[in-house]
């Protein structure tokens, strides 16, 4: 496996392809609310893939400061990737990523169906639960040791 940050417009669309799977396709998440100001290279936010030894991507996920907070966004991995690790990949290169930029923690929204994953990496639920996209959400923060 490989992670890398991306820096190319044909990376950042492997990303979107991701996302639109894991989120559009299979979350029914509507595209509008998936694809957004912070989707393009050069901004504020910073955008992660993760492909496999065969150049397939299979995992992305971004991350920007906010408040001197890192903000881990949208998190993914394509269905037959899942339980492999690869979310604790990206989970860690995002979490990097934050402490280069200087955060002293970082948070997500994290799925309900994905709390436990998140548990394990370290984070700990600071809110009860809303819908974002119509999918029930948890606010989750680490703090870096």
């Keep these: 496996m490989n992670v890398f940050e991306i820096t190319t417009q044909e990376d950042l669309q492997r990303e979107f392809d991701i996302r ?3 989120f559009v396709e ?13 989707d393009h290279l050069g901004g ?3 955008h992660f893939l993760v492909t496999t030894n065969e150049d397939q991507a299979i995992g992305t996920g971004r991350v920007r400061l906010v408040d001197g907070i890192g903000k881990l966004q949208r998190v993914a991995v394509l269905e037959e990737y899942r339980s492999h690790g690869i979310g604790r990949i990206i989970i860690q ?9 200087g955060a002293s923690k970082v948070k ?10 998140y548990e394990k ?3 700990e639920v600071k809110s009860g ?4 996209a119509g999918i029930e ?3 989750m923060v680490k703090s870096f040791k």
């Design 20 to 22: 639109i799977r894991v």
């Design 129 to 132: 639960v809303f819908l974002d």
């Design 26 to 38: 299979e979350q029914k998440v509507p595209k509008e609310e998936e694809i957004d100001s912070y």
């Design 44 to 46: 504020e936010c910073y």
């Design 108 to 117: 997500l929204d994290g799925q309900i169906q994905a709390q436990g994953f």
């Design 93 to 101: 290169a995002l979490e990097d990523k934050a402490k280069e930029l």
């Design 121 to 123: 990496l370290g984070y």
């Design 137 to 139: 959400h948890v606010l």
